[in-house]
């Protein structure tokens, strides 16, 4: 079965003809289903989101059911031919099959479209290619694009074949086209590799250096779309780039926020994950994502508005456990369900009912990054978070010693002050507890709080 959805084209002019696409969505039934069932609309929707992404016009879309895969095209021949009626009609210049394709399967749909097709991968990649801005995001794209094109160059360039070596020697052909390429292809590989190498020390040295000021790392992450940008927008006051489109945000950006009690954090906005991820990326954007796997707090923010939010959360838990971090036992790890602004009343009601009956060490933070509601709580979670694995302890300093409570300020959370009958200040101070030792040595007076 096929279903067709037409698209209407954004009104805004724009600089030339865009390419004219047609956007294929492949759906398993029967016994080839997927676990976790995803919406096929929904399905369809993310997928026309990503074309549109590259500014595409997206004159079609379609849903095909397949009771079974096809080692030459994916899709069954009378499938095939539907859909390469449909290209012709409509003049198409690319279609966008939304899933991984083999480079056979590339090569032959190709041919029966008289199109270029791209799988998901590709567009995926394409979609990174053009957002990258950072030198860093720059190479990390081209390392994964290039590492993907090299497994899909095939054998069948042979009209392009060098017909002598390059010296006259007499005999068969040299070194063909495709050889050339992948040679090529493997020198730029390991030149990336080198760059990339030493972009990895230099943040690896910013990294360093922030963890000598006492500013923990609050990082995001999330399904594209989730609403990431926004919170972070919300939560820095930052200006953020923050548009209803897939992969909007690419390079990452760290801003700094004050919680309740006067301390301050560094937040971190990551690139968004999605379904099927291509493993070049994650692997590309390993260094990136090391922001992650260093933080000291990891908001998980799910759009709990989308009727696909429980797939996209296992999604997001997938890429994080290949970074070594399980969001079921991992401590660090904060659910923030955004967009509550977009249920009705009684969906909020079962929302809140629901996370309730979360145990309080698990419960999800109920966040709208838009109107700013639950941004109190969420920086209270955020807080508490940290403070979990620090240690608090009261510092009594002369009145003169101005420049003590300034040090105390810079390097830990002040969370109280007293000024006593005789002048004393004290100061309850929350820090790392390797920097208690520390404190013990510059200060006299140094005890527990009352209540420990």
């Known amino acids: 079965m096929i279903e067709t959805t037409e698209f209407s084209r954004p009104a805004e002019d724009r600089r030339g003809p865009r390419t004219r696409a047609l956007v294929v969505t492949p759906v398993l039934g029967g016994r080839h289903a997927p676990a976790l069932a995803r919406g096929n609309d929904a399905r ?157 020390r230099t943040r690896g040295l910013h990294r360093a250096g922030r963890k000598r000021v006492p500013y923990p790392v609050v990082a995001l992450v999330g399904y594209t779309n989730a609403g990431k940008s926004t919170l972070f927008n919300r939560l820095t006051r930052a200006d953020v780039t923050a548009v209803d489109m897939l992969f909007a945000t690419l390079d990452p950006t760290l801003r700094q926020i004050r919680l309740p009690h006067g301390a301050h954090a560094i937040l971190s906005d990551t690139v968004g994950f999605i ?66 602004d977009r249920l009705d009343s009684a969906a909020r009601g079962v929302l809140a009912a629901t996370a309730a009956r979360r145990d309080p060490d698990n419960r999800p933070a109920l966040m709208s990054a838009r109107t700013g509601e639950g941004e109190a709580a969420l920086l209270s979670a955020v807080e508490e978070r940290l403070s979990a694995r620090r240690e608090t302890v009261v510092v009594t300093l002369e009145p003169t010693d101005g420049a003590g409570e300034n040090w105390l300020h810079r390097h830990g959370d002040v969370m109280d002050r007293r000024v006593g009958d005789d002048g004393a200040v004290s100061v309850t101070v929350r820090v790392e507890p390797e920097r208690v030792e520390g404190i013990r040595r510059r200060f006299a007076a140094v005890d527990l709080p009352p209540s420990v």
């Open 275 to 340: 379904s099927e991820l291509p493993t070049q990326l994650v692997a590309a954007f390993r260094a990136t994502l090391e922001e992650v796997i260093e933080a000291d707090v990891i908001l998980h923010v799910r759009d709990i508005s989308h009727e696909d939010s429980d797939a996209q959360s296992a999604d997001v838990a997938a890429v994080l456990r290949d970074l070594g971090i399980d969001p079921e036992t991992d401590e660090r790890v904060v659910e923030v369900w955004n967009k509550v």
């Open 44 to 200: 369809l929707e993310e997928a026309v989101g990503l074309a549109l992404a590259i500014d595409l016009d997206v004159v079609a879309s379609k849903l095909v059911t397949l009771s079974e895969i096809r080692p030459a095209t994916f899709m069954g021949k009378g499938k095939v031919e539907e859909l390469a009626e449909l290209a012709k009609s409509e003049e198409v210049e690319l279609v966008v099959v939304d899933t991984a394709l083999t480079p056979v399967q590339q090569r032959n749909l190709e041919k029966a479209f008289s199109a270029k097709v791209i799988d998901r991968t590709g567009l995926i990649l394409e979609i990174f290619g053009q957002r990258a801005r950072t030198r860093e995001g720059v190479l990390q794209v081209e390392h994964a694009h290039l590492t993907w094109q090299k497994s899909r160059l095939v054998r069948s360039w042979t009209h392009l074949e060098r017909q002598r070596g390059g010296f006259g020697f007499l005999g068969g052909p040299g070194e063909t086209q495709i050889e050339a390429d992948r040679r090529m292809i493997t020198e730029r590989i390991l030149k990336i590799e080198r760059e990339l190498e030493q972009v990895k």
